[in-house]
Protein backbone atom coordinates (compact mmCIF):
# COMPACT_ATOMS: atom_id res chain seq x y z
CA UNK A 1 0.00 0.00 0.00
CA UNK A 2 0.96 3.00 -1.02
CA UNK A 3 1.97 6.50 1.69
CA UNK A 4 -0.78 8.84 0.97
CA UNK A 5 -0.35 12.76 1.57
CA UNK A 6 -3.35 14.36 0.70
CA UNK A 7 -7.64 13.63 0.29
CA UNK A 8 -7.46 13.80 -3.60
CA UNK A 9 -4.98 10.67 -3.35
CA UNK A 10 -7.05 9.11 -1.31
CA UNK A 11 -9.99 9.14 -3.82
CA UNK A 12 -7.82 7.69 -6.39
CA UNK A 13 -7.08 4.45 -4.17
CA UNK A 14 -10.53 4.03 -3.07
CA UNK A 15 -11.65 3.88 -6.67
CA UNK A 16 -8.69 1.15 -8.05
CA UNK A 17 -9.49 -1.36 -5.06
CA UNK A 18 -13.34 -2.03 -4.90
CA UNK A 19 -14.72 -4.45 -2.10
CA UNK A 20 -16.43 -7.20 -3.74
CA UNK A 21 -19.35 -9.10 -2.46
CA UNK A 22 -18.85 -12.48 -1.73
CA UNK A 23 -20.38 -14.60 -4.34
CA UNK A 24 -22.63 -17.79 -3.50
CA UNK A 25 -22.25 -20.86 -5.57
CA UNK A 26 -23.86 -23.82 -5.67
CA UNK A 27 -22.78 -26.45 -3.02
CA UNK A 28 -24.46 -30.31 -3.77
CA UNK A 29 -23.89 -33.97 -2.37
CA UNK A 30 -23.32 -36.53 -4.36
CA UNK A 31 -26.29 -37.42 -4.71
CA UNK A 32 -27.74 -33.92 -6.32
CA UNK A 33 -28.67 -32.97 -3.25
CA UNK A 34 -28.59 -29.24 -1.44
CA UNK A 35 -28.61 -29.81 2.70
CA UNK A 36 -28.63 -27.14 5.52
CA UNK A 37 -29.05 -27.59 9.11
CA UNK A 38 -32.61 -25.28 10.37
CA UNK A 39 -32.96 -24.23 14.20
CA UNK A 40 -35.88 -22.77 16.13
CA UNK A 41 -36.13 -22.74 20.21
CA UNK A 42 -35.31 -26.13 20.60
CA UNK A 43 -35.27 -27.83 17.95
CA UNK A 44 -32.70 -28.88 14.89
CA UNK A 45 -33.86 -29.82 11.37
CA UNK A 46 -31.68 -31.25 8.41
CA UNK A 47 -32.86 -30.62 5.38
CA UNK A 48 -32.08 -32.09 2.04
CA UNK A 49 -33.54 -30.86 -1.32
CA UNK A 50 -33.46 -32.11 -4.91
CA UNK A 51 -35.30 -31.72 -8.07
CA UNK A 52 -38.39 -33.07 -8.49
CA UNK A 53 -42.67 -33.53 -7.85
CA UNK A 54 -42.70 -31.35 -4.51
CA UNK A 55 -42.89 -34.17 -2.15
CA UNK A 56 -42.08 -33.32 1.41
CA UNK A 57 -41.36 -35.81 3.94
CA UNK A 58 -40.76 -35.42 7.37
CA UNK A 59 -39.15 -37.79 9.59
CA UNK A 60 -39.95 -40.92 6.96
CA UNK A 61 -44.27 -39.16 6.93
CA UNK A 62 -45.56 -37.20 4.76
CA UNK A 63 -45.38 -33.83 6.17
CA UNK A 64 -49.85 -32.92 6.59
CA UNK A 65 -49.73 -35.85 8.42
CA UNK A 66 -47.15 -34.79 10.85
CA UNK A 67 -47.79 -31.42 11.29
CA UNK A 68 -51.81 -31.44 11.28
CA UNK A 69 -52.22 -28.16 12.13
CA UNK A 70 -52.89 -25.46 8.71
CA UNK A 71 -51.08 -23.12 10.73
CA UNK A 72 -47.66 -25.15 10.70
CA UNK A 73 -48.05 -26.35 7.23
CA UNK A 74 -48.44 -22.81 5.81
CA UNK A 75 -45.51 -21.85 8.08
CA UNK A 76 -43.31 -24.96 7.23
CA UNK A 77 -44.22 -24.06 2.78
CA UNK A 78 -43.77 -19.77 3.24
CA UNK A 79 -39.96 -19.81 1.68
CA UNK A 80 -40.78 -22.45 -1.52
CA UNK A 81 -43.85 -20.04 -1.77
CA UNK A 82 -42.09 -17.02 -1.48
CA UNK A 83 -38.96 -18.05 -4.14
CA UNK A 84 -42.15 -19.17 -6.05
CA UNK A 85 -40.68 -22.74 -6.55
CA UNK A 86 -43.73 -24.77 -5.57
CA UNK A 87 -43.82 -28.62 -6.99
CA UNK A 88 -39.96 -28.31 -8.05
CA UNK A 89 -38.06 -29.62 -5.07
CA UNK A 90 -38.52 -32.87 -3.32
CA UNK A 91 -37.87 -32.14 0.22
CA UNK A 92 -36.87 -34.87 3.33
CA UNK A 93 -36.11 -33.48 6.94
CA UNK A 94 -35.28 -35.11 9.47
CA UNK A 95 -36.25 -32.76 12.63
CA UNK A 96 -36.03 -33.84 16.60
CA UNK A 97 -36.08 -31.65 19.96
CA UNK A 98 -38.62 -29.28 20.81
CA UNK A 99 -42.37 -28.84 20.18
CA UNK A 100 -44.24 -29.28 16.78
CA UNK A 101 -44.30 -25.47 16.80
CA UNK A 102 -40.67 -25.27 17.37
CA UNK A 103 -39.54 -28.13 14.72
CA UNK A 104 -42.03 -26.41 11.65
CA UNK A 105 -39.89 -22.87 12.47
CA UNK A 106 -36.54 -25.55 12.36
CA UNK A 107 -37.94 -27.19 9.02
CA UNK A 108 -38.61 -23.60 7.68
CA UNK A 109 -35.09 -22.56 8.48
CA UNK A 110 -33.41 -25.72 6.99
CA UNK A 111 -35.70 -25.30 3.69
CA UNK A 112 -34.58 -21.81 3.50
CA UNK A 113 -31.03 -22.68 3.51
CA UNK A 114 -31.20 -25.23 1.73
CA UNK A 115 -32.57 -23.70 -1.13
CA UNK A 116 -29.93 -20.97 -0.96
CA UNK A 117 -27.11 -23.71 -1.39
CA UNK A 118 -28.88 -25.20 -4.19
CA UNK A 119 -30.07 -21.80 -6.41
CA UNK A 120 -28.00 -19.24 -4.70
CA UNK A 121 -29.79 -16.44 -6.98
CA UNK A 122 -32.84 -17.12 -4.75
CA UNK A 123 -31.00 -15.63 -1.94
CA UNK A 124 -32.43 -12.02 -1.88
CA UNK A 125 -35.68 -13.31 -1.86
CA UNK A 126 -35.53 -15.44 1.26
CA UNK A 127 -33.26 -12.94 2.96
CA UNK A 128 -35.95 -10.13 2.27
CA UNK A 129 -38.68 -12.13 3.14
CA UNK A 130 -36.60 -13.10 7.07
CA UNK A 131 -36.15 -16.61 6.30
CA UNK A 132 -32.78 -16.93 6.75
CA UNK A 133 -32.20 -15.72 9.95
CA UNK A 134 -32.28 -17.94 12.75
CA UNK A 135 -34.71 -16.52 15.31
CA UNK A 136 -32.54 -17.18 18.58
CA UNK A 137 -35.04 -16.74 21.31
CA UNK A 138 -35.00 -19.65 23.80
CA UNK A 139 -37.20 -20.62 27.02
CA UNK A 140 -35.08 -18.86 29.86
CA UNK A 141 -33.53 -21.17 32.37
CA UNK A 142 -34.86 -21.74 36.07
CA UNK A 143 -32.91 -20.22 38.53
CA UNK A 144 -32.01 -21.22 41.99
CA UNK A 145 -35.01 -20.25 44.60
CA UNK A 146 -37.57 -19.04 41.92
CA UNK A 147 -40.65 -21.31 41.23
CA UNK A 148 -39.46 -20.48 37.43
CA UNK A 149 -37.03 -18.67 35.39
CA UNK A 150 -38.38 -15.47 37.40
CA UNK A 151 -41.65 -15.81 39.37
CA UNK A 152 -40.70 -16.37 42.84
CA UNK A 153 -42.55 -18.12 45.24
CA UNK A 154 -45.82 -16.91 47.14
CA UNK A 155 -45.13 -14.57 49.62
CA UNK A 156 -47.34 -14.77 53.16
CA UNK A 157 -46.85 -12.19 55.95
CA UNK A 158 -47.78 -14.89 58.76
Same mark, same amino acid.
Given at each position: ?? *?????? #?LGSVAAVEEVQAPA &??? $? /?? *??? !?AYATGKRKDAVARVWIKPGTGKITINKRDFPTYFARPVL??? /?????VAAARTGQFDIVATVA????SGQAGAVRHGISKAL?? &? #??? /? !??? /? $? $???FLTRDSRVVERKKYGKAKARRSFQFSKR
Open positions: MA *ELNSLE #E &YVQ $K /LD *EHG !RQMV /LQQPIGGGLTL &Y #EPG /L !RAV /L $K $KGG
